[in-house]
């Protein structure tokens, strides 16, 4: 599988509004296997690390590029530019989605899927620690309501009988209770469970909820919920196309004085 093969299925995968190139660098690298070039918009995929043959090789590969392609993806969202900081939960949401329609469409196959031992221990982990610890957790914010309760009937403060008594961080107690009054499902796990009880809007919680137990990522999750609100808001969502034609307009524009520079430079 050469470059123009890699770039094809890509594109395959989901069209770039954009421009980019995809290069094979030709070397091996210990630190990473790909690298993505916002400035140029050029993926480099380092080959020499896959360099082993079969089918799952190649697989590998195209994961690679697939998380690169997911950073120009981001960069087009964002007008062409990136953050210095550019794995952000908007960025896992659209590599996950990539790789999602990426396996619908049989581009690309689910390594996790192949072995039966990580299939085994997956279950056992959701069954024995993500459901179980979400369960206590959950239980522990019943027995906390009781206290709540308690120390309102003595006259004093909860948040004293937390500190002091307990000594938990009082966020770590109020979240607990709120998974026990929103009978939050303890499938997901607690650290997804806090997560929830941040959600205000009763609707926004459950459908996150939902989510959540079809198997979306938590970073796809929140990118949904986030969405929802700019739909919600025109006036937000109509700010952040402004912005995103702003920053087109300008890496374009860079674009044009460079390749002006190189044609005056050709003459």
């Known amino acids: 599988m050469n470059q123009d093969q890699v770039k094809a299925k890509l594109l395959a995968i989901e069209d770039a509004p954009l421009e980019f190139s995809l290069v094979?660098?030709?070397?091996?690298?210990?630190?990473?296997?790909?690298?993505?070039?916002?400035?140029?918009?050029?993926?480099?995929?380092h080959n020499r690390n896959f360099t082993a043959q079969g089918k799952q090789n190649e697989n590998l590969l195209l994961y690679t590029a697939i998380?690169?392609?997911?950073?120009?993806?981001?960069?087009?969202?964002?007008?062409?530019?990136?953050?210095?900081?550019?794995?952000?939960?908007e960025f896992w949401a659209i590599f996950h989605a990539l790789l999602e329609k990426a396996e619908a469409k049989k581009?690309?196959?689910?390594?996790?899927?192949?072995?039966?031992?990580?299939?085994?221990?997956?279950?056992v982990i959701r069954k024995k620690f993500l459901l179980e610890n979400g369960a206590i957790v959950k239980e522990m914010g019943r027995e906390l309501l009781k206290a709540h309760n308690l120390c309102a009937g003595l006259g004093v403060r909860f948040e004293?009988?937390?500190d002091r008594v307990l000594c938990i961080p009082r966020t770590a107690a109020n979240m607990a209770i709120k998974m026990h009054e929103y009978d939050l499902d303890p499938a997901v796990g607690a650290d997804n469970m806090r997560f929830l009880a941040g959600i205000k809007n009763e609707d926004d919680r459950e459908a996150a909820e939902k989510l959540l137990l079809?198997?979306?990522?938590?970073?796809?999750?929140?990118?949904?919920?986030r969405s929802k609100a700019e739909d919600e808001d025109p006036v937000l969502r109509l700010e952040k196309e402004k912005l995103r034609l702003e920053r087109t307009i300008d890496s374009l524009s860079k674009r044009l004085e460079e390749v002006k520079k190189k044609l005056a430079g050709a003459e």
């Open 24 to 45: 094979f660098s030709g070397k091996e690298s210990r630190k990473v296997n790909g690298l993505y070039k916002p400035d140029s918009r050029e993926i480099i995929i």
């Open 160 to 162: 004293d009988y937390v």
């Open 214 to 225: 079809k198997g979306k990522s938590p970073d796809t999750v929140k990118m949904a919920l």
């Open 67 to 89: 998380h690169e392609y997911a950073h120009h993806l981001h960069a087009c969202s964002r007008g062409g530019t990136l953050s210095p900081r550019a794995h952000t939960s």
């Open 107 to 123: 581009i690309y196959s689910d390594v996790f899927q192949g072995s039966p031992e990580l299939a085994e221990l997956t279950e």
